[in-house]
């Protein structure tokens, strides 16, 4: 035992002395030696699928991943996990996975760390709930770790006509993401563009491996992954199929032997402050709201307090300053190219918005990081204090007669502070998609998509498809607004749109809406409010009988069953 090399501590229960010769001999059996298995264990997780883009790369990561801690003398361990790709069931019945797989994510990580007895982690992530789950397993275990995130996809390229529309034969080129093919869909269905169009835009939006290239759910959770310090930041954020991306992860895997070597744990990392600066990124870079759901659910893992009121404090103080879609121009390779996550902690450090002094898994805290940041000149990504996009940040928290408990604003991407429309009532994504599909919505309405929540979905789907529908009708993309207790992530520009807690299914206020209402949104006031009496409100939810629930076993059912409110984090355990 005392040849055992440093950072060998949990699996030396695994793999050392006579009593463990059957476990030796199994594990010889896949290919480790003798050598191997008296070195440090590192498991790999890997969220590797052939189910889309975002994570079809994800086996090359990981063997990258695996020359850097072999070269730094530890033994890697690759396992797989669960993945749903967002874009690909967007819309449809199957996105209800995508949350309940956040929570499974961790419990499977969990479940084959403990099992195994390793000495480190690496969690390699790719698409929306990927980087979330696997920073609440990095939490739940603490030990020695990081989540590296598999890179976004690199840009498409479209052609177009002076119109603005799809046009092959023009010499005009444009980048594009999957977001404009969604708004595509909708342009299709008002009778804007032709199938060939349509195709067009669909053949050209994803030209490889990566994560949706927008300031999405993926991007913003690996950027926050980044400011939480769990990340390594700068070396994660380089793009799939960049040339870069095989160094900058076997760096990593040699950067997870030094935590492990030196006993460094994700409870050293995760802390009040670096989730505060994370938040503070999400709001400078205009990131998706569903960073609040993730950020809390990540907390929650922690038993740190946070609450969707943080948020709201941070983003009050904090410009919006990164020009990014959805609600911008620019993807996510641009936001590296420029500088990336390096440059942005620069800025905030600037306007005293950062902590930045806990470790991170560089080993240096996050203004050191900061110091080192290099921004390319006449970039026009991250922009100075001096020319922000909005003077706070990208999001606000909303309360009121609709939501007790908080309703999720994204503000990046529109002008409007107040609206005041008529309730439109859908008691499904699928029901409100197709009366935008079928011209049956007027300007200033405001669609509210219920039971559609955590455990009313169950799983809280995105509505993405229905907001890029949405875009694709130019009379209603400015002039619309939209409330939901399920989720939307890219909100469009020009689309005020809010999901609330409680949800309907456990008798949240978004249940007593009628059809004819109205609602108003006053974002400096800081009000979401259905315009009825308190009577009348308390009278409808006197009335509320919850619907059947839409599954009745298996996982479904389960995570029904067992899911926290939206505004803890939807969290399971």
């Known amino acids: ?95 209800k996975a995508s949350l309940i797989s956040r929570d499974m994510i961790a419990d499977s990580i969990e479940l084959v760390s403990r099992g195994n007895s390793f000495d480190g982690l690496v969690c390699i992530a790719g698409c929306d709930k990927n980087m979330p789950g696997a920073v609440m397993a990095l939490a ?90 769990i990340s390594p930041i700068q070396l994660t954020g380089v793009p799939a199929t960049s040339s870069e991306k095989h160094s900058a992860s076997r760096e990593a895997g040699k950067l997870v032997m030094e935590l492990v070597r030196m006993g460094v744990k994700p409870s050293q990392i995760l802390t009040r402050e670096s989730l505060e600066d994370a938040i503070s990124a999400v709001c400078a870079s205009g990131g998706s709201t569903n960073a609040v759901l993730h950020l809390i659910a990540i907390a929650h893992e922690l038993n740190i307090p946070l609450s969707m009121d943080d948020f709201d404090k941070i983003s009050e103080r904090t410009p919006f300053i990164c020009d990014l879609q959805p609600g911008g121009k620019q993807v996510a390779k641009d936001y590296q190219d420029a500088g990336g996550s390096r440059l942005l902690a620069q800025r905030l450090v600037e306007k005293d918005l950062l902590h930045g002094k806990t470790p991170t898994v ?38 009121g007669n609709l939501a007790p408990e908080g309703c999720v604003v994204k503000v990046a991407g529109h002008e409007r502070i107040h609206h005041t429309g008529t309730a439109r009532v859908f008691d499904s994504e699928d029901a409100c998609f197709h009366a935008v599909e079928a011209g049956e919505i007027n300007p200033n309405d405001v669609l509210v998509i219920r039971y559609e929540g955590p455990r009313g979905g169950p799983g809280m789907r995105e509505m993405l498809a229905v907001t890029a529908a949405i875009k694709g009708i130019p009379e209603l993309s400015e002039t619309v607004a939209l409330l939901t207790d399920g ?20 008798g949240g206020p978004i249940a007593a809406v009628r ?26 939810l006197k009335d509320f009988r919850a619907p059947e629930p839409r599954y009745k076993r298996g996982v479904f059912a389960k995570y029904a069953s067992s899911v926290s409110s939206a505004s803890l984090g939807a969290v399971t355990n």
């Open 140 to 229: 739940r275990l603490d030990i020695p770790g990081m989540m590296l995130y598999g890179g976004s996809i690199a840009p498409g390229h479209l052609h177009v006509g002076a119109d603005g529309k799809p046009d092959p034969s023009s010499s005009k080129e444009i980048d594009i993401t999957i977001q404009q093919v969604f708004e595509a869909i909708g342009s299709h269905a008002a009778g804007k563009i032709t199938d060939a169009q349509l195709e067009e835009v669909e053949a050209s939006a994803c030209p490889g491996a990566g994560a949706c290239g927008g300031q999405f759910t993926a991007n913003t959770m690996a950027m926050a992954g980044e400011f939480l310090g």
């Open 362 to 399: 560089t080993g240096k805290s996050l203004r050191e990081e900061a110091e080192a940041a290099v921004e390319t000149p006449g970039q026009n990504v991250i922009l100075p204090w001096s020319a922000p996009l909005k003077p706070t940040g990208g999001l606000v928290i909303l309360r």
């Open 515 to 540: 059809e004819g209402d109205t609602i108003t949104f006053d974002i400096p006031g800081r009000k979401l409010e259905l315009n009825i009496s308190d009577e009348e409100m308390t009278t409808r």
């Open 1 to 95: 035992m005392s040849n055992v090399p440093q950072g060998k501590t949990n699996s030396i229960v695994l793999t050392e002395g006579p009593s463990r010769a059957a476990a030796r001999a199994m594990l010889r059996g896949v290919g480790f030696s003798k050598e191997d298995l008296h070195k440090p264990i590192i498991g790999i997780a890997n969220t590797w699928t052939e189910i889309g883009p975002c994570n079809y790369h994800l086996r090359d990561v990981a063997a990258a991943v695996k020359e850097g801690i072999r070269e730094a003398g530890g033994t890697p361990m690759e396992f797989n996990t669960v993945t749903i790709s967002d874009g690909i069931t967007m819309g449809t019945e199957g996105m």
């Open 487 to 506: 989720r939307f992530s890219g909100a469009t520009r020009g689309l005020m749109a809010g999901h609330v807690a409680p949800e309907a299914q456990l």
